[in-house]
């Protein structure tokens, strides 16, 4: 299943399969790309940032970026 | 000759600053910021060489103050050696850093630092392997306890310039 990554529940794995072509650069010092698999380990409240798991390494996604990821769910 | 120490935050490039350089360091504010670097002096063979420790970024597009600043400094020094140094338990986003450094025409050496850690998260590099790729010198080392620093400060004669397309083709290909 098809859906953002700001919309992945706690625990859950997926892989990335779409990032907003302006977005890409920006993203892929961080360690994410289209094919990489990640979890998802923590949201923030209010519009806080999305923590994710991508090579064993933490890294963190404000929200307005993680709404721009697509990630299909395993 | 001039060194800047390059790498993501948190990798340990001024633990390599400090065994490097020892006591001789000055701490300044990048002009117009308060983004703080330091810099310091090392003998290699009898050659006086000035070691700067570069804030840390995550890659040449600057996001916040320090990456610009970072990117501000080895914009200026077009004729420095790069020592990247990588997360070797965090490869993949340390080799992105250290691609766009070679890409700009920078002769660059690779610490893959942390190799410890990697280790113990059962993470096994190849540096040979990837030193044949990438056609720049690579060397496993773990800061904390000196290990590898011998080898990295050796390998620095040997950094040159290295052609993108070459290491697209040492790697087979883009897939």
Redesign the interface.
């Known amino acids: 299943m098809k859906k953002k990554l700001s919309e992945m529940d706690y625990d859950e794995k997926g892989t990335v399969i779409e990032i907003d072509r302006d977005l890409q650069?920006?993203v892929?010092?961080?360690?994410i790309r289209v094919g990489k698999k990640l979890r998802m380990i923590t949201k923030q409240p209010i519009k806080g940032p999305v923590d994710v798991i991508v090579?064993?390494?933490e890294t963190s996604l404000g929200l307005e970026l993680a709404d721009r990821i697509i990630v299909e769910v395993d | 000759m001039k060194v800047l120490l390059m790498g993501h935050p948190n990798v340990g490039k001024s633990v390599f600053f400090n065994r490097l350089t020892g006591a001789n360091v000055t701490e300044s504010n990048y002009p117009g910021t308060t983004v703080d670097y330091t810099k310091g002096w090392m003998k290699i063979e009898g050659e006086d060489v000035e070691l700067v420790d570069v804030p840390g970024t995550f890659s040449l597009d600057p996001k916040d103050k320090a990456e610009d600043v970072a990117v501000a400094m080895l914009h200026e020094t077009k004729d420095a050696k790069v020592i990247t140094v990588i997360d070797a338990s965090k490869i993949e986003r340390g080799l992105y850093l250290a691609l766009e450094i070679i890409e700009e025409g920078y002769p660059v050496v690779i610490a893959l630092n942390m190799w410890d850690v990697a280790w113990d998260k059962n993470i096994r590099i190849d540096a040979r392997n990837l030193e044949k790729i990438l056609g720049v010198p690579v060397v496993p080392t773990t800061a904390i306890s000196g290990e590898g620093i011998k080898e990295l400060v050796s390998r620095l004669k040997s950094a040159k310039p290295v052609e993108v397309d070459d290491i697209i083709a040492n790697a087979g290909g883009l897939t």
């Not at chain 1, 892929?28 to 360690?31: I, S």
């Open positions: 650069k920006r892929a010092g961080m360690g090579d064993e390494a």
